[in-house]
């Protein structure tokens, strides 16, 4: 943040004292636009260009301030959120909500970045429209496309370790009517090279049982009907992955473990428009099944020591209701009602689980004086039929009228988050009485903006707190099993930096963008104080984390250098615990090399280019150098 009044200043001294050439600065009207809330940023058409053949996990580790957890190639990625878990950040596809009524959290190694044309992040008061996204939440969304006309791309990928990627889009954009379907198939034998460091001495070995294949199909209709417009969407996967066993047990071969998932999300939408408005109806049945396997036998009697076959069956229903009403001058009014149901089967719960969720939320908009854009909101829950109370939101936004390239936003947030179904009902150990989590957050951001001839630069820092009460926590009990309980109170507060830089003359086009991450998140309950861990930073969760992305085009030649920074990160609160320590944080580099031949285009991509050896989680192989080459051809 202080770099940011650093530069302000001293561009203000320099027009004080000096005589300059006359140059054009200029900047976005001052408006709604221009004062939008600093609580949501959408990632860059380059980026998701770049990243179209990645896991939306790759995507947001090299591009966003959002840290992801992940377990390596075809394991799970889960995110964390300005410091909070998996299960706080939100996941919105065309608004409806991807997490899972069992776990709460999304893997989101299984989200193709392929499928999506937008992909925004929110924080803060940025998610008032949802429960669930006390961390923040991540939005995917298709645009509808019309009068474009016919469509074909064909994308296909082979790299480092028998990985193989196909990636198909077919459709026609005509003037009232389009369709699109977008279908990938993406495997790998996954058996790469690493350092072994649970063994002693260390060993390199090979990574054994994690090959994966993961395919799927998109179908889209748009019909445009004179100011109504009608879509259809179905988004079906298949996730088929065997799980290499951890770096202590690579000698037991008598173990089989394994996922199989499948799911089917579809939705209907119907949109309409007048002169001041709009209302949207949305329904959505969402179908999904997972199933976890894992078989261990004694090596010399080859008795099952271990069995376990996990299944689980959701059917999700979604309605939703959007209205949007401009009022008077630069106010507007958003409304929405929405109902969520949720069912699930499964052999780790006694009999079938079901919720009903009820929401009501109304958002007003505008300009309550010049330079200043106010944004309230509230919403009114109900979770199968008991009130969870009003949760309201204030953002004030302010441009500097004397300085226009700067501006702040300043927000106020409450937010919770209901317990997942496994919380509740997982047997043994599930707790039917646990509380919903509650938490409120403050934001400061500031925003230096300026364009100067070839030049345009955006520079972003905040700072924000929140305080999360009745915090879930599986806790160890003397019966061999974990209960999870409403026993944490964390604060989670940091500082996050943002720029985007641009350059365009003639042929040339440079783009610089980056995000740096300071968090602090801690248990202060009492709880915490009476086992001496307040204070310490929550498990696997960084105080820094950074990532900078540099984009270079000359032409028909393109290239790209990626740098991502992970802090270290805690794996235990005891250091008396066995093989608990710091994991040690680490700097990996990615380039790519592409030039467009007419309507083809071919891309040389090598991935930890300088060969570092890391562990995002303990005991899980990551790899290293990698090679892929892309080859795509668009009509």
Not at 375 to 404: E, I
């Amino acid at each position: 943040m202080i770099w940011l009044f650093g530069i302000m200043c001293v561009r203000l001294h320099a027009q004080d004292t000096i005589m300059l050439q006359s140059v054009d600065v200029t900047a976005d009207r001052i408006g709604i636009e221009a004062l939008k809330p600093l609580v949501a940023r959408k990632l860059d058409t380059i980026v998701l260009q770049s990243k179209s053949t990645s896991s939306l996990s790759d995507l947001l580790i090299q591009h966003s301030p959002v840290f992801i957890k992940t377990y390596g190639p075809g394991g799970v990625s889960t995110a964390s959120f300005r410091g909070t878990t998996a299960s706080h950040t939100l996941v919105l596809w065309n608004g409806f909500q991807l997490n899972a009524p069992t776990l709460g959290q999304v893997d989101f190694s299984t989200i193709p970045v392929f499928l999506a044309d937008d992909v925004s992040l929110n924080w803060g008061s940025g998610t008032s429209d949802n429960s669930g996204g006390l961390g923040g939440s991540v939005n995917i969304d298709n645009a509808h496309h019309f009068g474009d006309g016919f469509l074909l791309d064909l994308k296909q990928t082979y790299g480092s370790f028998n990985t193989l990627g196909s990636f198909l889009t077919v459709g026609n954009y005509g003037k009232k009517f389009s369709f699109r379907v977008k279908a990938y198939r993406n495997s790998s034998d996954n058996d790469f090279e690493y350092e072994n460091l649970a063994t002693i001495p260390h060993q390199k070995m090979k990574q054994r049982n994690a090959d994966f294949v993961d395919y799927g199909v998109m179908p889209e209709v748009s019909l445009l009907l004179g100011n109504n417009i009608i879509t259809v969407s179905s988004w079906n996967q298949w996730n088929n992955r065997n799980l290499p066993p951890i770096m202590p047990n690579v000698f037991n071969f008598n173990s089989e473990e394994l996922t199989r998932d499948n799911f089917s999300r579809n939705f209907v939408s119907f949109k309409t428009y007048w002169n001041t408005g709009s209302l949207q109806l949305k329904s959505a049945s969402f179908v999904e099944n997972q199933r976890y396997f894992l078989l261990t036998r004694n090596p010399v009697t080859d008795d099952t020591v271990t069995f376990i076959n996990s299944g689980n069956h959701a059917l999700i229903l979604h309605q939703v209701a959007n209205l949007g009403q401009q009022l008077y001058k630069t106010w507007t009014l958003k409304a929405k009602l929405q109902w969520d149901h949720e069912r699930v089967r499964s052999n780790n719960y006694e009999g079938e689980k079901r919720r009903n969720a009820v929401s009501a939320y109304v958002a007003i908009n505008g300009e309550p004086f010049k330079c200043a854009n106010l944004n309230l909101t509230a919403r009114y829950d109900f979770t199968d039929g008991k009130p969870m109370g009003l949760f309201p939101t204030l953002t004030f936004s302010y441009q500097l009228p004397f300085y226009k390239a700067v501006g702040f936003t300043l927000g106020y947030s409450h937010n919770y988050r209901n317990p997942s179904l496994n919380d509740l009902y997982w047997y043994p150990g599930g707790n039917p009485d646990l509380l919903p989590e509650n938490g409120r957050t403050l934001d400061l951001a500031i925003k230096f903006g300026l364009q100067e001839g070839p030049f345009k630069l955006d520079l972003r820092s905040g700072g924000y707190f929140s305080n999360v009460k009745n915090w879930i926590q599986w806790m160890p009990t003397s019966y061999r099993f974990w209960v999870p309980e409403n026993v944490s109170k964390v604060y989670a507060r940091g500082i996050e930096n943002h720029v985007d830089a641009v350059f365009v003359k003639e042929k040339w086009k440079l783009a610089l963008s980056g995000n740096y991450v300071f968090t602090v998140t801690t248990d202060e309950s009492e709880k915490a104080y009476s086992q001496g861990t307040n204070g310490k930073q929550l498990i696997y969760i960084p105080r820094h984390h950074a990532n900078f992305f540099l984009n270079a085009q000359w032409k028909t030649w393109k290239v790209s250098y990626t740098i991502e920074i992970t802090g270290s990160r805690s794996t235990s609160y005891s250091e008396q615990q066995f093989f608990a320590y710091d994991l040690p944080a680490y700097m990996l580099h990615h380039i790519a090399i592409g030039k467009k031949i007419r309507k083809f285009r071919i891309e040389l991509r090598c991935n930890n280019l300088f060969d570092t050896d890391y562990q995002n989680v303990i005991w899980r192989a990551m790899p290293g150098r990698s090679f892929e080459v892309m080859g795509e051809y668009r009509y």
